[in-house]
DNA sequence: GTTTGTGAAGTTATTCACAGCG
DNA sequence: CGCTGTGAATAACTTCACAAAC
C-alpha cells in the first residue's frame, strides 16, 4: 500500500519539489481538486515526464485516467521536504533584509517558527518585528540554549557574518543559510546554504547578452525559468 | 590569440559563473594576485576539476605552474556575464524586501543601474529610497518610456504580482525577477526568473530530515552547498 | 479515451587522469 | 616540479514512448 521502498531522491528532483509545492498550494487555495502532469508542467514550466518521474521518486500517488488529487499530493511534498517538522529558526540581523524574511510567509509557516530575531543595533534591540521582540545578538548563547535553534539565517552586513557564523556553529548549530554577501567558512559538518540576491539578476544578465548577438555562435533567445531552483553540491 | 572560437557554455557552468566572480572579488579586495583551480574550488566547494572545466569555457586564462590572475580572470568573467553592460533595473514594491534589493550591492554595482523604484503606497510615492525617489506606479509607462528598463523587479505582495508583471510586459520590458511568492504567467518571449526566498530552506528541511534518519536508506549526511545556483530551463 | 508510471534511449554534466606548458 | 586544459570515462539527469490502470 504505502510506498515504503525510499529511494534516495536525486537532488534535481528535490530542487523542484519546492516549485510543485507553491503550485499546490496556489490550486489548493483556488478549490482546484485534481491536477494533472500536464497542467503541472506548464505552471512549473517543465515537461511533463519529468513531473511524472518527480513525483513517482515520493510513490504512486496519481490517478491514471484524471490525474493526481491536488491536497493529498501537497500534503506527501510537505512530508517529503520536512515542513511538516518544527523547525526553530533564528534571524540575525533585522534591517530590510531580515525583517523581509522574518515578515515571509514561507519563513513563518509550514515548520518553520521564528524562534529568535537578534541584532546589535540599539534602536532596533527590544522593538517589535513580524510579532517578535528582537533581542540583542549577546543574548543568544543563553536563548540558543533554551530553546536549540535548528537553522540560523544570516542577513547581517557581510563584515558581520563570518562571526555571526562562528557564534552560531560554537552554540552548535547545525545548518546555517546565509544572505550576507560573504563567502563563509565554517567545519564540514554544518549544513551551508548560500543565497545571493543578484544572482539571478546576473544570470538575467548572461542571457540578455547572448541573445541573438551578432557574430555570436549562440543559438536563438533561450527562455529560462526557475523558482530559485538550487542544485545541492555534496561534498 | 584571443579565443574566438565561442562555444556555447552549458548551463550548469553559467550558474557558477557569479559563485566564482563572488569569489574573486573577495580575493582581489584582499590584494591576492593570483589563485589556482584548487584554491578556487575549495571555498566553492566543488571539484577543482569543475573550476578548470567551466573556467576553459571562457577561454585559456591560466598560466601552467602557477594559476590564474585574480583580476584578470575577475574582468573575463564579468564580460561573460554581461556585466560591463548597462542594464536599467526598475523595482515595484518597495516594502522591506524591496528597500533592501535597492540598497543592496548586488543591484547597484556591476552594470546593474536603479532606472526606477515604483509603489502605489502614498507614505512611500515621493519618499527617497537608496538616494532615489519613489515614483507611483501609475507613472511607470511615462518614465519607462523615457529610459527603457532592460529588466523589471517584482516585490509586491503576492496579489498584486501578476498585474505588474502584465504592465510591465505591455510596456515592452524583455525579462522580468519575481520575488513575489506567486508564479507568473507571461508571454514565452519574456525572460523570467521566479525566486522564493524561502526555497532554500525548505532544502535545509530536506537535508535535515534526512541526515542518518534510522530505518532510512539514505548515506549518511550530504553536505551541500551553493550559491543560488539556478540551472536554467530552456522553453 | 485519458493519464500515470517507468524501462530504455538520449543528453548533459561531472570526474578522472594525464599530456603539455611554465 | 606545479598547475592548467582537455579528451575519455563515468555518472546524473532528461526525454521518449508505451504498457497498464482508470
Not at 12 to 17: I, N, P
Request: proline share 6%; aromatic share 6%.
Amino acid at each position: 500500500m504505502s510506498a515504503e521502498h525510499r529511494r534516495r531522491i536525486p537532488e534535481a528532483s528535490v530542487a523542484r519539489l519546492p516549485l510543485y509545492q507553491r503550485i499546490l498550494l496556489e490550486l489548493v487555495h483556488a478549490g482546484t481538486a485534481t491536477v494533472s502532469s500536464e497542467q503541472l508542467a506548464e505552471r512549473a514550466r517543465v515537461n511533463a515526464s519529468k513531473v511524472r518521474k518527480d513525483l513517482s521518486f515520493l510513490g504512486s500517488f496519481g490517478t491514471r485516467g484524471s490525474g493526481y488529487d491536488t491536497g493529498f499530493l501537497l500534503g506527501q511534498i510537505d512530508q517529503e521536504l520536512g515542513l511538516d517538522t518544527d523547525w526553530p529558526v533564528v534571524i540575525v540581523g533585522i534591517g530590510n533584509l531580515g525583517r523581509a524574511l522574518a515578515n515571509s510567509q514561507g519563513f513563518t509557516s509550514r515548520g518553520f517558527r521564528v524562534a529568535g530575531l537578534f541584532d546589535v543595533h540599539p534602536e532596533l534591540v527590544g522593538s517589535a518585528v513580524a510579532g517578535r521582540t528582537v533581542a540583542h545578538l549577546d543574548e543568544f548563547e543563553r536563548l540558543a540554549g533554551e530553546d536549540p535553534p535548528a537553522i540560523g539565517v544570516i542577513a547581517t552586513p557581510a563584515g558581520a557574518a563570518q562571526d555571526v557564523a562562528d557564534r552560531m556553529v560554537e552554540a552548535g548549530i547545525g545548518s546555517l543559510l546565509n544572505f550576507a554577501p560573504r563567502v563563509l567558512h565554517v567545519p564540514p559538518h554544518v549544513l551551508l546554504r548560500q543565497v545571493d540576491l543578484s544572482i539571478e539578476l546576473q544570470v538575467i544578465s548572461f542571457y540578455l547578452s547572448h541573445r541573438d548577438h551578432p557574430g555570436s555562435a549562440t543559438a536563438s533567445s533561450p527562455l529560462p525559468h526557475s523558482l530559485g531552483l538550487s542544485p545541492v553540491e555534496p561534498a
